[in-house]
């Protein structure tokens, strides 16, 4: 359960995010909410985005989000 809601917390901030600004602060409390639950899982991908933050908030420099599936025209 926690696993699913860390992994869903982190995916919707890439999904979703389209500024630095935003990305910065969305992933600095999912750090710190994985760091407060111990969850140790996520230790790995949590050091690596606290010492490569920089690179990967290049990932947001006018990033377009990505669409939600619209469920009314899926069959």
């Not at 995916?11 to 500024?19: A, G, K, L, M, Y």
């Not at 910065?24 to 409390?29: D, M, P, Q, S």
């Not at 407060?36 to 290049?58: D, E, Q, V």
Request: charged residues 20%; positive net charge.
């Amino acid at each position: 359960m926690v696993y699913d809601v860390c992994l869903f917390q982190l995916r919707n901030i890439f999904n979703t995010t389209t500024s630095i600004e935003t990305a910065y602060t969305k992933l600095a409390h999912w750090y710190k909410n994985v760091e407060n639950k111990g969850f140790r899982t996520f230790n790995t991908i949590a050091n690596t985005i606290a010492l490569n933050y920089r690179s990967i908030l290049n990932y947001f420099i006018k990033k377009v989000p990505m669409p939600r599936p619209n469920r009314s025209t899926q069959k």
